[in-house]
């Protein structure tokens, strides 16, 4: 950046749209009727040579917010990839690089909300779906073209935020220190329950620069399905399946010792996660005492009745990292 002033300089800026909702409808290309749907928030963010609209109030070099929300809709409409969110971003990121000389990075953030098909006397029905859940899929997306716009790279993390889950039993909790501040009991069995945010970070990945005059090529990789990599479209549900599984099945010693393995089974099986992180609350479940009734209910082995406290709760995480 090249102002300044006697005491400072502009060091950092970034700027463009936040929250662009969109709702995008696929109609199949073999059955018309059969539709597919995906909404996204969408933030769209830029960097470059854009110092001086900061510094000396020169607009020109500004691609408005409002241009890069319409160019967010107008991609969404073009691009093959739309029902990829990490795709859709990639693709809108390297179209902002490549048509802006001026722009050298892009920051796209796509929030995926969830329509699944509503089953009607079994079957999926073809255009009709439902919220099932407030959980979301996260993709971040930066479009490096800082090296050139014939070497652009994509910076790729993705993940899950707000899958709420427990279970009743198959989780104990002791061992843990014991001085003058502890209350809390050792237990060999109680409820475990977490709303899980995963984040897994991508290697970083060259993208082929659009070749057409409206640079909105977009070419993914011959090898796309690659397993464990960035176009690896199966690769989200896997690593949501083993978020579950592994809580479903671990007989957890600890919030901690959960998390590692969900974290290390996801790095082990996708040779292009560079790293994962989970951030997992700990939301506590409390046996009510029914000894004023002469009911049993604080014996782990025996209680039915909980308290689903809101609030504090426990909150653990961690970073899985592969080794090099
Ligand atoms: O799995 C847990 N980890 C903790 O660190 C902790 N601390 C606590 O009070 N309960 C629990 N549970």
Request: avoid cysteine; proline fraction near 4%.
């Amino acid at each position: 950046m090249s102002s300044s002033t006697e005491v400072s300089y502009l060091s950092h800026a970034r700027y463009g749209k936040d929250k662009v909702r969109v709702l995008r409808v696929v109609r199949d290309a073999e059955d018309a009727g059969f539709h597919h749907v995906v909404e996204y928030i969408v933030t769209v963010l830029v960097e470059g040579k854009i110092d001086v609209s900061y510094t000396q109030a020169d607009n020109s070099v500004i691609v408005a917010t409002d241009s890069l929300k319409n160019i967010t809709y107008y991609v969404a409409k073009v691009s093959p990839h739309i029902l990829n969110p990490e795709r859709f971003a990639m693709h809108l990121g390297t179209h902002l690089v490549s048509k802006y000389s001026h722009l050298h990075k892009a920051f796209i953030t796509v929030q995926q909300l969830r329509w699944s098909r509503i089953p009607v006397n079994g079957k999926e029905h073809r255009h009709s779906f439902f919220r099932d859940g407030d959980e979301k899929r996260i993709i971040n997306v930066e479009i490096d073209a800082s090296n050139g716009k014939d070497k652009l790279v994509a910076k790729v993390k993705a993940g899950i935020n707000d899958l709420l889950i427990l279970k009743s039993t198959g989780s104990s909790f002791t061992n843990f220190i014991r001085d003058e501040y502890t209350i809390l009991k050792e237990v060999d069995d109680r409820i475990f329950s977490t709303s899980v945010d995963l984040v897994y970070n991508f290697t970083p990945i060259p993208i082929t620069p659009p070749s057409d005059k409206e640079k909105l090529d977009f070419s993914v990789p011959t090898d796309a399905e690659k397993k464990g990599s960035v176009w690896d479209a199966s690769l989200p549900e896997r690593a949501r399946t083993v978020t579950l599984e592994v809580f479903a099945t671990d007989d957890s010693a600890s919030v901690q010792a959960t998390l590692y393995k969900m974290a290390t089974q996801i790095v082990t099986e996708n040779a292009g996660i560079e790293d994962v992180s989970y951030s997992l609350p700990n939301v506590h479940y409390v046996p009510v005492d029914m000894s004023y009734i002469g009911k049993e209910n604080l014996n782990p082995a025996q209680a039915e009745v909980f308290i689903p406290l809101s609030a504090p709760s426990g909150l653990i995480s961690a970073t899985v990292s592969r080794k090099h």
